[in-house]
T-cell receptor, first 109, second 113 residues
Framework: KQEVTQIPAALSVPEGENLVLNCSFT??????LQWFRQDPGKGLTSLLLIQSSQREQTSGRLNASLDKSSGRSTLYIAASQPGDSATYLC????????FGAGTRLTVKP | NAGVTQTPKFQVLKTGQSMTLQCAQD?????MYWYRQDPGMGLRLIYY???????DKGEVPNGYNVSRLNKREFSLRLESAAPSQTSVYFCASRSDKEVFGYTFGSGTRLTVV
């Protein structure tokens, strides 16, 4: 059974700092890995999707990497802003999507 | 805007009552999913449908039933609600083309008292 773990559970940083969120998974036979953002009381917004054959994806200040062999992914956020404050979820897809519990990020002005 | 639409957004039920959560997508996706989200536990898969006319159990199917009415619609039914089913429910759909990933609805917040 696929298990997805996200560390840390919560993170608070000052504005402008670069930061890394971590995701690990137990079954490396995945189709893809997706990072989502969730604002309080809202649904999930897809940020980046990395296919199993890819090593990384970039969108603006976000960069996600994937190392299937070690069962790890990281989400790098450059020059963080208060508007980045949200919960970030990673999910791995091998026939169905399994989610981590998320990292709650607070960026202080 | 194209996407996944869930109704209702909020619902309060008494223990033992039944209700159906509705989900519709207009992106012509074959696969649709129902998840529940509880504090500190991430999202857990309840049921999914890989195509019209098929449904399969996920991690936590007990107490729920689903219907894939047509390609657009996938409903989740609670026959006899219990307080343990208090949660936020999300519907999602997925393109057959891997590159597009999953699209989620905005959720239904259900409280069972």
């Amino acid at each position: 059974k696929q298990e997805v773990t996200q560390i840390p559970a919560a993170l608070s940083v000052p504005e402008g700092e670069n930061l890394v969120l971590n995701c690990s998974f137990t079954d490396s036979a995945i189709y893809n890995l997706q990072w989502f953002r969730q604002d309080p009381g809202k649904g999930l917004t897809s940020l980046l999707l990395i296919q199993s054959s890819q090593r990384e994806q970039t969108s603006g200040r976000l960069n996600a990497s994937l190392d299937k062999s070690s069962g790890r992914s990281t989400l790098y956020i450059a020059a963080s802003q208060p508007g980045d404050s949200a919960t970030y979820l990673c999910a791995v897809d091998n026939n169905d999507m399994r989610f981590g519990a998320g990292t709650r990020l607070t960026v202080k002005p | 805007n194209a996407g996944v639409t869930q109704t209702p957004k909020f619902q309060v039920l008494k223990t033992g009552q039944s209700m159906t959560l509705q989900c519709a997508q207009d992106m012509n996706h074959n696969s649709m999913y129902w998840y529940r989200q509880d504090p500190g536990m991430g999202l857990r898969l309840i049921y999914y449908s890989a195509s019209e006319g098929t449904t399969d159990k996920g991690e936590v199917p007990n107490g729920y039933n689903v219907s894939r009415l047509n390609k657009r619609e996938f409903s989740l039914r609670l026959e006899s609600a219990a307080p343990s089913q208090t949660s936020v429910y999300f519907c999602a759909s997925r393109s057959d083309k891997e590159v597009f990933g999953y699209t989620f609805g905005s959720g239904t917040r259900l409280t069972v008292v």
